[in-house]
């Protein structure tokens, strides 16, 4: 890191509950080298402490700082200064799409985490689960015993950025479908089957690959949804010649 | 209010391009097209409708369907028709399961082919081959 210090004007959504929203404007200064959460935090630090937002580990592993950047999903504890703006540059700061607001940058996705916990969304996945079809070809000597944790953060950036949860409260979403791919990785279980093939699982997908664009951990939300539209698509016809 | 909740309401900003990936530009053209092929449909079945009021009204309309304006019309059906038609077989070829990590290189290709076959269309229609 540098010692170079640049003046940036941050513009920053603001919430309580269901009240009037507004931005806040607010001039820092910052090594552009630092990031957008280092940004927020010195916000909350030096000029408002009833900023809201949420944060964790700081190195992309909680998944819980995840916002609009100038209106794109992003990972804040990771996305650098430089990268998104320039010296007496502007950011604007918003809270995540498609999840109620609680306050100010913090989001309510108690509805992802339940139906993450519905379809039996395991953090720790065998080694060839937890790996995206593509990538089990470089797996041929690696022991099927082996496990390790799954590639998704729960951030919900995927679901902020799809066009149809922005419409559609009941769509399951991309990460609880990927979820559910990852889960039926081993034979496809009734009641998974029962939640993706459903009016609003799979089928309700528009292949837009906004999810897998904005995907901080590169889940690939969109290619699992096609993979397990593909493993349900087969099911559904081994059924059909099974019936007689 | 909340605006941030999931809401029919918000259709409007499916089609706004703004910093989004070229899947969901694919995602807009397909929604633009479908929407530009379906109007197109009900003003077809209303020209055929005139068959009803004889062959006089009907001569009349083609007079009218000559004319440059109407051309150029057609011409954005043809478009429509065709690039809603090449992006239904990307999407069908990735819903199957298949090409899923060239799927942007898919879209560009088959908008290629499309932009190709509008100009062939365009150039037999407008030099009146």
Redesign the interface.
């Known amino acids: 890191m540098n010692d170079t210090i640049w003046t940036i004007e941050l513009k920053i959504f603001r919430?309580r509950?269901?009240a009037q929203?507004y931005f806040q404007t607010f001039q820092i200064e910052i090594n552009p080298d630092e990031y957008v959460l280092d940004a927020i935090e010195k916000v909350w630090a030096f000029h408002d402490r009833s900023l809201t937002f949420r944060h964790a580990c700081h190195h992309s592993t909680c998944g819980a700082c995840g916002m609009l950047v100038?209106?794109?999903e992003k990972l804040t504890c990771i996305t650098s200064i430089r990268s998104v703006t320039q010296n007496n540059g502007k950011l604007l700061i918003e809270?995540?799409?498609?999840?109620?607001?609680l306050s100010d940058l913090v989001?309510d996705t108690s509805s992802m985490f339940k139906a993450l916990e519905e379809i039996g969304f395991n953090q720790v996945a065998s080694l060839p689960s937890a790996c995206l079809p593509?990538e089990r070809k470089t797996l041929e000597h690696e022991r099927s015993e082996y496990q390790r944790l799954v590639d998704c953060i729960e951030c919900g950036m995927c679901i902020s950025a799809c066009?149809v949860?922005?419409?559609?409260?009941n769509?399951l979403g991309p990460a609880v479908l990927a979820a559910a791919h990852d889960a039926s990785s081993q034979p496809l279980s009734n009641k998974i089957l029962e939640i993706v093939d459903s009016r609003d699982g799979l089928w309700r997908c528009?292949?837009?690959?906004?999810c897998?664009?904005v995907c901080p951990s590169n889940v690939e939300p969109?290619?699992r949804i096609?993979?397990m539209?593909?493993?349900v698509?087969a099911h559904r016809i081994k059924k059909l010649f099974s019936r007689g | 209010m909340n605006i941030n909740k999931p809401s029919p309401s918000h259709l409007w900003r499916w089609f706004d391009p703004r910093d989004k990936s070229i899947g969901t530009i694919a995602f807009i053209i397909n929604r633009l097209s479908a929407i530009g092929l379906t109007i197109y449909l009900f003003l077809h079945l209303a020209v055929l409708s005139k068959l009803v009021a004889g062959s006089q009204a009907y001569d009349d309309f083609l007079i009218l369907a000559k004319s440059p304006a109407i051309k150029i019309g057609e011409m954005f059906v043809i478009a429509g028709g065709i690039i809603h038609g090449l992006n239904g077989i990307r999407i069908t070829i990735n819903s199957l399961g298949f090409l899923l990590k060239i799927q942007n290189g898919l879209l560009v290709g088959l908008m290629i082919i499309a932009l190709a076959a509008i100009v062939y269309f365009a150039i037999r229609m407008f030099s009146g081959a």
């Open positions: 919430q509950a269901d929203r100038n209106g794109i809270p995540l799409r498609n999840f109620p607001v989001v593509y066009p949860s922005l419409t559609d409260s769509y528009h292949n837009a690959f906004e897998s664009a969109g290619l096609m993979k539209r593909q493993t698509i």
